[in-house]
């Protein structure tokens, strides 16, 4: 019998005909996706198949008190459960009309789901083993039932099932219509429960899920009453069956405690992009339960920045300067609650995990004129979450914009937040007003606040340029960490060695130290600053890996008590292109492995003397007719050329005759390319 790839390895099975098996990755089963209502029907596409594969949607309006709604494909489309009462389900065909093979379909007009205007959140679980399931059952029990095995599929132990009786419980009479909640966490699981429904501590008066299994869950007599139906959302554990050697995990279900001071350090082994909390006991066990995802707004620590609250057990609008919550890590998450307090929590994992394949899905730009008025779109609509804006004023004449030169904003650090390239001034928190960074929008970057209209991001007749991109593996990665002052390392996600790295001091006035594979770990050069390589222990002499990166114990990556943001990006096949080349005074094409499109942005530092940091990008012109520069080290407007750097099929071609500081004979040059 001859060889077959191993189902481990990659995509096919073992022994016996190499049968293609399916690779499993996050962003096909679980989306967090902001929308804006219409009052009219529309369609949610998020690219998670329902209406083949099955699932659960959750809806919240975002800007009223308004119900949560919880519809799924077992149910049917119109049926409606609402988290924060005790009530059996409702239908119209006004909240989700139909479940699609990219998505969802909502009805028109419905205060929950649809109002013109309003902001809303849907969590969308798709059905998938060792993630989650959706189950009804009819209860078949008594008071004095033993118990009633419902099967499952999710092929793995439950760590969470929430349970609701979908049909009128009064006249059973007994009070069992409330969503009951196991979890593993709990000290005694098969005797303890919570209500998803109240902010009540711990039950342990009776067993509600007497026992699981990997195909199995036990319902005591209250949440399995002789005649009544129910539904069970299960979702997994550390479970593995993700990724491309299946065994990554994508969903925990755990506990914490909070220390004194309410802050907790949570291990998952990966970075969240969704998580569910409730504190369980002790003196602040009756408090909400709470949901903050990152689309909303979860930024890294410090673990004094607000999140974007919502409470499944209220009804209540968004608090959008919640403080008791959590915050990302690149391999968990730290807990800012309450002090000495139990939690349990649900985490999924943040995504996408499936390596992209063209550069159109991770980078987007867009040249815009400002309107000064709040608009979503002026800035672009790019077809992805955006996680880092480079936004820059083409004129430069900006008020205030003198200090910033070209801005960063990042999901990751928050939405009221930046840091501007042509200065080594620390982090300015002071554009809260401008609300620059999009939370209220999923495929692109706006423009919000009352203050939207200032001259700092949108001047009415000002020129723009939106630059936007999307982490994902092989590609280009964020990590937000504290400085110890001693060398260490710290951990990312880009799943391949970096080759371009550029780190910034948030909390005070260093230096853009950039580290690049082409000069070596032992030099750095200074993104905001025209100076040559220079030897530098900013990275400990140490070459990164594919999941760490080094530090030293300087100020400008690691002082003590510093806050510090890092970007990442590296060579991925068709899409990116981290490099060098040696200038020869004339012309010459920079070969990096594109497609037809050739490069869309372009960032080029001399390193061996002297020299500013170019940045060209198609949205404003890359060809011999139009093309425009900016520099990210200085405050100056652009600069027109005709054709100094210009796209070209397989990257980029450079011609020394219209600008000879990029191709100067015998210069070394770093670049980054994106097709």
Known sequence: MPLQATSGAASYDAFGGGVPVAVNYIEDVFSTWLYTGTGSAQ???????????????????????????LFDTVRGAGYRLISNTTDAQNYSLNYVSSFNATGFSLGAPSASTNASGKNYVSWTFREQPKFFDVVTFTGTQNSSGTGQIVNHNLGSTPGCIIVKPITDTSGTGYSIADWIVYHRALSSPTTQYLKLNSTAAIDGNSAKIKAVSDTTFTAGWEIGYTGIEYVAYVFAHDAGGFGLTGTDNVISCGTYTTDGSGVAT?????????????????????????IADNMRGM???????KVGGLFPNTSGAEDDNYNRSVHPTSTGFVANQYNSTPYIYIA???????????????????AYTGNATANTTVAGNFGFPVDLMLLSSRSANATGWADYGQVFLDRLRGSNVSLGTGAAGGEDGGWSTYNAFDVKNSIGWGLYGANSGDSYFNNSGGTWVARGFGRAPAFFDEVCYSGTGSATTQTHNLGVVPELMIIKQRSGSQDWPVYVSSIGATK?????????ETVNTCFNDTTPTASVFSIGNGVQTNGSGSTYVAWLFATLTGVSKVGSYTGNGTTQTINCGFGAGGARFVLIKRTDTTGDWYTYDTARGMTTLTDPYLFLNTTAAEVATLGSVTTVSTGFALNSTILAAINVNGGSYLFLAIA
């Open 348 to 366: 999924i994992r943040r995504g996408p995990m499936k390596t992209p394949t063209v550069g159109t899905s991770v980078y987007q730009a867009n």
């Open 299 to 305: 930024p890294a620590p410090p673990t004094t920045d």
């Open 266 to 290: 949570v291990s998952l082994g990966y970075e969240p992009q969704w998580v569910l909390t409730k504190a369980t006991s002790g003196t602040y066990g009756t408090t909400n339960w709470v």
């Open 524 to 532: 750095i050069v200074v993104l905001s600053s025209t100076a040559a």
């Open 43 to 69: 369609t949610i596409t998020n690219n998670i198949d329902l209406s083949t594969k099955g699932g659960l949607v959750w809806l919240k309006n975002r800007t009223d008190a308004n119900d949560h709604g």
